[in-house]
């Protein structure tokens, strides 16, 4: 929202210190909570949400309020993603008031949401301008730990920043807004000494025929993105990037989702043609409309799939599209798997971050 200096935090961790990296919770506090304990979270770990922990959830206060309490007892640290700048609504004239309020009834959940909830009030106020003042007081720690967290935080050996980092630029001589929403990161031709870690960007919107949620670790440009789609994705996942010393490279990772497991009872040998519509490019033509499954045209490029029908937007013969893929993915029986969806023909399901088909028989946990 701004276009001052970023703010940037120089941070010395202690050699025996795990870190911890997870972004994008987008106020989905059970999942933050479930990928911490699988991490085993504890001891002298830190924790860096780098960024986006607010906003497109439904428990945005309660998750900045848990932020706040582990960053108060040193065990974490908090870089602001550009769905974490609402400190920044203060200076703001009515104008953008206006836009403001309109993003929020949009929205129909986040921190306005919740503020408002916790004080009596409805975020369906005509005058914005007095709503916020009204919740100024009441939340004078909240909005003063937002105003003051970094932008980018910089160790010896990374760089933790929400989207994305310009590697021709001095990190104090970038603006917020480069550093909070830098979109597609890994498709532009930057490299770096030291690691930049970032989220921001669904890592599964960089593959073209499967879904795969697990960080991306790119070793040649020192890049590491780890936004598994919590929130945004039915099948997203919250990523835990593992650095188990600040001068280590051997990195690992956990991720947490609640979907119920099961045992896969046949082999499946799986792949084959398959592609993967996802948001930003999913108009899809309906060529033949069924009460369980369409088959539909991607507008773009014209690939045909059978699509979940609750999946369409609308009843027209042209619209978007929940995200979807048509791969069948490679199971041997034995193998555990989380079931998303459930349907005549068979499961949806992830196995080790990605999301595919599965037509034979299951033994459920």
């Known amino acids: 929202m701004s276009e001052k200096k970023a703010r940037i935090e120089h941070l010395s961790v202690a050699p025996q210190r795990r870190i911890l990296v997870i972004a994008d919770v987008h106020g989905n506090l059970p999942y933050l909570h479930g990928v911490l ?62 836009r403001i309020r309109d993003y929020v009834l949009w929205r129909g959940c986040g921190l306005i949401w919740d503020m408002c909830a916790a004080i009596g009030r409805s975020p369906r106020e005509e005058d914005f301008t007095a709503l916020k003042a009204a919740l100024r007081e009441p939340f004078a720690a909240e909005w003063d730990f937002l105003s003051r967290i970094p932008h980018a935080i910089e160790t010896d050996h990374f760089i933790f920043a929400h989207a994305g980092v310009h590697a021709d630029k001095p990190l104090e001589q970038h603006r917020p807004g480069e550093l909070v929403k830098y979109d ?88 084959g043609k398959s592609y993967y519509i996802r948001w930003g490019d999913s108009e899809v033509q309906v060529l033949r409309r069924g009460e369980e499954f369409s088959l539909c045209r991607h507008v773009r490029t014209g690939y045909e799939m059978e699509i979940l029908t609750k999946y369409l937007f609308t009843d027209q013969e042209i619209t978007g599209c929940n995200d979807c ?41």
């Not at 304990?37 to 780098?50: M, N, P, R, Y």
């Not at 440009?221 to 001068?247: F, M, T, W, Y």
């Not at 199971?331 to 555990?336: E, Q």
């Not at 088909?357 to 459920?364: K, P």
């Open 37 to 98: 304990e699988k991490a085993g979270f504890g001891g002298d770990d830190l924790v860096i949400f780098d960024g986006d922990f607010l906003e497109k959830g439904a428990r945005s206060l309660d998750t900045l309020h848990y932020v706040m309490s582990l960053c108060a007892e040193g065990r974490a640290k908090a870089v602001c993603g550009n769905c974490d700048e609402w400190a920044e609504i203060f200076s703001m004239d009515r104008e953008t008031d206006r």
């Open 325 to 365: 893929t048509d791969y069948v993915l490679p199971l041997r029986k034995g193998d555990t798997v989380s079931i998303v969806e459930r349907c005549s023909r068979g499961f949806f399901v992830k196995h080790n971050g990605v999301s595919g088909w599965y037509f034979g028989a299951l033994e459920e946990d």
């Open 184 to 271: 597609n990161f890994l498709r532009h031709d930057e490299r770096f000494s030291k690691w930049v870690v970032v989220g921001h960007w669904p890592v599964m919107l960089y593959r073209e025929n499967l879904v795969d949620a697990n960080p991306i670790i790119d070793r040649e440009r020192h890049i590491i993105s780890i936004d598994g789609g919590c929130v945004l994705k039915d099948d997203g996942q919250l990523n835990a990037l593992v650095i188990p010393r600040e001068d280590s490279e051997d990195f690992s990772s956990v991720a947490y989702d609640p979907f119920p497991t099961a045992r896969v009872l046949d082999d499946q040998k799986g792949g």
